[in-house]
């Protein structure tokens, strides 16, 4: 009995400890799914008050024939810099991601100004962006932020550099 009791304060310690240190936080793009037919959901685990790290995906509902990107997944890392030792993890903040994208472009054969065809492209590429967060006591948060990036130029048809955007409305939790 000793030891359930022991172990029932333990895990009600535990309990209480995870809702007052909320570390994950779910997002969603709303300027993606208003500008394009598109979802870009992220998920953000905080290191600490001043640091995190997170995976933004990106899949395009309607794609069209241009070359813009169908699908991306962006693990990052997040510094930022607002010193509140109560509710951290809120403020201006500067990322590096790393990002994996397919799409396709259209390739221009003999100066054409006319679509030819179509290469479908996949690429890898490195970048940075910066942005502001707000966070709420309730753990509601909005993030204003953008990023750009440049590709290795693992296939042709990828383009050279890639930019990402967005308005993030999200919530933290546990």
């Known amino acids: ?40 959901i992220s998920y953000e685990y905080a290191l600490g008050n001043s640091s995190g790290v997170g995976l933004a995906t990106f899949f395009r509902l ?20 607002y010193n509140n030792k109560e ?4 403020g201006f903040y500067i990322e590096a991601l790393l990002q994996y994208a397919t799409g396709n472009d259209d390739a221009k054969l003999f100066g054409s100004t006319n679509r030819d065809k179509l290469d479908d492209y996949s690429d890898l590429g490195i970048g ?13 948060s909005v993030d204003i932020g953008a ?9 042709d048809a990828s383009p050279d550099f890639f930019l990402n955007w967005g308005i993030n409305l999200g919530y933290r939790f546990f």
Request: charged share 20%; net charge positive; proline share 5%.
């Open 62 to 81: 309607n794609p069209p024939n241009d070359n813009y990107r169908e699908l991306s997944i962006a693990p990052y890392f997040r510094q930022y810099f």
């Open 1 to 40: 009995m000793k030891a359930f009791l022991i172990s029932h304060s333990l895990f009600i310690t535990a309990l209480g400890w995870s809702q007052s240190e909320k570390a994950h936080e779910i997002k969603i793009d709303a300027l993606s799914a208003l500008v394009t037919p598109a979802i870009e």
């Open 128 to 140: 940075f962006g910066g942005g502001i967060k707000w966070l709420t006591n309730n753990g509601f």
């Open 147 to 155: 990023g750009i990036g440049r590709n290795f130029k693992i296939d």
């Open 87 to 90: 509710y951290g993890q809120k």
